[in-house]
């Protein structure tokens, strides 16, 4: 009570409430809690400094606007439009970006780059180029401005364009890795390779990105720089060595140039860090495969099923595993379903002309045969089917002039000596294994002439058959099916296919493949797949190129890893 009379006394005296600190009081009675008294003691120093720096505030506002008039800030909500944006709220991020645009007369800066934005997510590129073209001219000396112009333009296509604008922002920015990444981007969309290595390497120096190694793997890949491609993918699997795609683009790589151990290394590690990269997945089904091992691989396919259950190379390869295992219904039905994912892919054409060449459906074989013929018309294995299959529907005029257009396009005198000698070898494995094994007169007519024509010496497996060939006139169907339609014509065809597993290495444009294989996704061939520039393709999406090698079966098929 005494206290409160203290207090009561001193208002009536001075007529007003005091504002400074309350005066020191007795409380050996009566003592508050320290806590309270120190919460209450800072509060009261807390009003007393915020009164009097409002009093300040408020005297310089005056004077200030006795001088000049107040100026609107055009950078006060700048923070509210960023903090939307990164909370991915767009709609209210506009409204905001609206209503400070209306009060600064459209000369907020950030605002209109984070509209800009906003628009290119939407895919609105032009607009989104138009705003951010304002955004140069508000601040010309803003290399991020020129940086977002330029983009705009990649995206458009405009890749000469855009080069000149990525040019303009390194001349304000200097080593900036994203600068010169884009414009090993855009020089290789024009295909100017060298250009692109060079600022690829540039933006290495500056900063190692796993984007750019890929990136400069696929223009060395393009370049047919395979070697120096293999050089970089392992340079990048030692700068990011859990990075599946690159494990998997060097494992393809290597299974491109025969070398399998590397090959299965890479992809077992690709595999370890992703058990579901099915891009590893098929590729080492399709290195089981091409090996015979056509339950393995296809219990690889399983799992890469899970993942991509409609990609036209695993149905491809499923229904070459078919084929491999003499289960030609069920071969042709995935071939089928591969065909409807991708009707264009002439690899998937041929394994089905393969296959209904396989059956006796002559008819059916010429119809995806001539379609694959279309779509590749510089193959000459095509062709050599094509006259088959021709041959058999007894079209001799066409299928003579399908023999000579697949000379034409395969006269590689070399190779063909070394298919000469492979059947020769299979011949003399037969020989030594089966002592009364027959040969077809007309096939070993055929084999002199060849061997005629190559100018190989002739050897006694085709001169001398047998001296008691002549003695058993059935000796020709020794090595005929029984009930087989085709007489000679069935060994001609076996003999042809049986060459034709020598397999040559062909181009191809996506992925590595040996014998039966042929890649699954384009990876090298970026150019039917561009990437932007911050995610390079890959690829698109990884690259590819077939390399096929020679295989035990006497029909090649094109498996697709």
């Given at each position: 009570?005494?206290?409160?009379?203290?207090?009561?006394?001193?208002?009536?005296?001075?007529?007003?409430v005091?504002?400074e600190?309350p005066?020191?009081?007795?409380?050996?009675?009566?003592?508050?809690?320290?806590?309270?008294?120190?919460?209450?003691?800072?509060?009261?120093?807390?009003?007393?400094?915020?009164?009097?720096?409002?009093?300040?505030?408020?005297?310089k506002?005056?004077?200030?606007?006795?001088?000049?008039?107040?100026?609107?800030?055009?950078?006060?909500?700048?923070?509210?439009?960023?903090?939307?944006?990164?909370?991915k709220?767009?709609?209210?991020?506009?409204?905001?970006?609206?209503?400070?645009?209306q009060?600064?007369?459209?000369?907020?800066?950030?605002?209109?780059?984070?509209?800009?934005?906003i628009?290119?997510?939407?895919?609105?590129?032009?607009?989104?180029?138009?705003?951010?073209?304002?955004?140069a001219?508000?601040?010309?000396?803003?290399?991020?401005?020129?940086?977002?112009?330029?983009?705009?333009?990649?995206?458009?296509?405009?890749h000469?364009?855009?080069?000149?604008?990525?040019?303009?922002?390194?001349?304000?920015?200097?080593?900036d890795?994203?600068?010169?990444?884009?414009?090993?981007l855009?020089?290789?969309?024009?295909?100017?390779?060298?250009?692109?290595?060079?600022?690829?390497?540039?933006?290495?120096?500056?900063n190692?990105?796993?984007?750019?190694?890929?990136?400069?793997?696929?223009?060395?890949?393009?370049?047919?720089?395979?070697?120096?491609?293999?050089e970089?993918?392992?340079?990048?699997?030692?700068?990011?060595?859990?990075?599946?795609?690159?494990?998997?683009?060097?494992?393809?790589?290597?299974?491109?140039?025969?070398?399998?151990?590397?090959?299965?290394?890479?992809?077992?590690n690709?595999?370890?860090?992703d058990?579901?990269?099915?891009?590893?997945?098929?590729?080492?089904?399709?290195?089981?495969?091409?090996?015979?091992?056509?339950?393995?691989a296809?219990?690889?396919?399983?799992?890469?099923?899970?993942a991509?259950p409609?990609?036209?190379?695993?149905?491809?390869?499923?229904?070459?595993?078919?084929?491999?295992?003499?289960?030609?219904?069920?071969?042709?039905?995935?071939?089928?379903r591969?065909?409807?994912?991708?009707?264009?892919?002439?690899?998937?054409?041929?394994n089905?002309?393969?296959?209904?060449?396989?059956?006796q459906?002559?008819?059916?074989?010429?119809?995806?045969?001539?379609?694959?013929?279309?779509?590749n018309?510089?193959?000459?294995?095509?062709?050599?089917l094509?006259a088959?299959?021709?041959?058999?529907?007894?079209?001799?005029?066409?299928?003579s002039?399908?023999?000579?257009?697949?000379?034409?396009?395969?006269?590689d005198?070399k190779?063909?000596?070394?298919?000469?000698?492979?059947?020769?070898?299979k011949?003399?494995?037969?020989?030594?294994?089966?002592?009364?094994?027959?040969?077809?007169?007309?096939?070993?007519d055929?084999?002199?002439?060849?061997?005629?024509?190559?100018?190989?010496?002739?050897?006694?497996?085709?001169?001398?058959?047998?001296k008691?060939?002549?003695?058993?006139?059935?000796?020709?169907?020794?090595?005929?099916?029984?009930?087989?339609?085709l007489?000679?014509?069935?060994?001609?065809g076996?003999?042809?296919?049986?060459?034709?597993?020598?397999?040559?290495?062909?181009?191809?444009?996506?992925?590595?493949?040996?014998?039966?294989?042929?890649?699954?996704?384009?990876?090298?061939?970026?150019?039917?797949?561009?990437?932007?520039?911050?995610?390079?393709p890959?690829?698109?999406?990884?690259?590819?190129?077939?390399n096929?090698?020679?295989?035990?079966?006497?029909?090649?098929?094109?498996?697709?890893?």
């Amino acid at each position: 009570m005494a206290t409160a009379c203290s207090v009561d006394n001193s208002k009536m005296a001075d007529g007003s409430v005091a504002t400074e600190l309350p005066v020191a009081i007795d409380t050996k009675k009566r003592r508050a809690p320290k806590g309270t008294w120190l919460a209450r003691d800072i509060v009261a120093l807390a009003t007393g400094r915020i009164s009097r720096l409002a009093e300040t505030l408020k005297e310089k506002t005056k004077n200030k606007s006795s001088v000049s008039p107040e100026l609107p800030i055009v950078e006060r909500r700048n923070w509210l439009i960023h903090q939307h944006y990164i909370r991915k709220d767009y709609d209210t991020c506009k409204v905001i970006i609206k209503e400070q645009l209306q009060e600064t007369n459209g000369m907020c800066e950030y605002a209109i780059y984070v509209q800009a934005l906003i628009l290119r997510l939407e895919g609105k590129i032009q607009q989104s180029l138009e705003l951010f073209q304002s955004c140069a001219i508000l601040n010309p000396s803003s290399a991020d401005n020129l940086k977002q112009v330029a983009r705009s333009l990649f995206l458009l296509g405009k890749h000469k364009a855009a080069i000149e604008f990525y040019h303009e922002a390194a001349r304000l920015c200097e080593k900036d890795w994203e600068i010169s990444h884009n414009l090993g981007l855009c020089y290789f969309f024009i295909k100017d390779f060298k250009h692109a290595e060079e600022h690829l390497n540039i933006a290495l120096q500056i900063n190692k990105h796993d984007k750019t190694f890929m990136m400069l793997g696929k223009v060395h890949l393009l370049a047919g720089e395979t070697d120096k491609a293999i050089e970089v993918y392992k340079r990048a699997v030692e700068f990011s060595p859990e990075n599946t795609e690159l494990l998997t683009t060097l494992g393809l790589l290597f299974l491109q140039l025969g070398k399998y151990q590397k090959a299965f290394e890479h992809l077992g590690n690709a595999l370890t860090f992703d058990p579901n990269n099915y891009k590893a997945i098929l590729a080492a089904g399709s290195m089981m495969q091409t090996h015979g091992d056509f339950d393995v691989a296809m219990n690889k396919y399983r799992v890469a099923a899970c993942a991509v259950p409609e990609s036209p190379p695993l149905w491809n390869n499923i229904g070459m595993c078919f084929f491999g295992k003499k289960k030609y219904v069920a071969a042709i039905s995935c071939l089928k379903r591969a065909h409807y994912l991708s009707p264009f892919d002439w690899k998937v054409l041929y394994n089905l002309g393969l296959v209904h060449l396989t059956m006796q459906q002559y008819a059916s074989a010429f119809h995806f045969l001539s379609a694959a013929i279309n779509l590749n018309p510089r193959m000459g294995e095509l062709y050599m089917l094509l006259a088959v299959a021709l041959t058999n529907l007894e079209d001799v005029e066409n299928a003579s002039r399908a023999y000579e257009q697949a000379v034409a396009l395969d006269d590689d005198k070399k190779g063909a000596l070394d298919q000469y000698q492979e059947m020769e070898r299979k011949v003399n494995l037969l020989r030594d294994g089966c002592t009364n094994f027959e040969f077809d007169p007309e096939l070993m007519d055929m084999a002199q002439k060849m061997g005629a024509a190559l100018q190989v010496s002739e050897n006694l497996v085709w001169t001398k058959p047998g001296k008691d060939s002549k003695s058993k006139p059935n000796s020709a169907a020794a090595i005929k099916p029984p009930g087989a339609p085709l007489g000679t014509n069935q060994a001609l065809g076996q003999a042809m296919s049986s060459a034709a597993s020598y397999n040559k290495n062909i181009q191809l444009p996506t992925g590595v493949s040996k014998g039966p294989t042929m890649p699954f996704e384009p990876e090298p061939d970026v150019q039917k797949a561009p990437s932007l520039p911050i995610d390079p393709p890959g690829p698109t999406e990884l690259a590819q190129s077939d390399n096929p090698k020679p295989r035990t079966s006497k029909r090649r098929t094109k498996v697709e890893d």
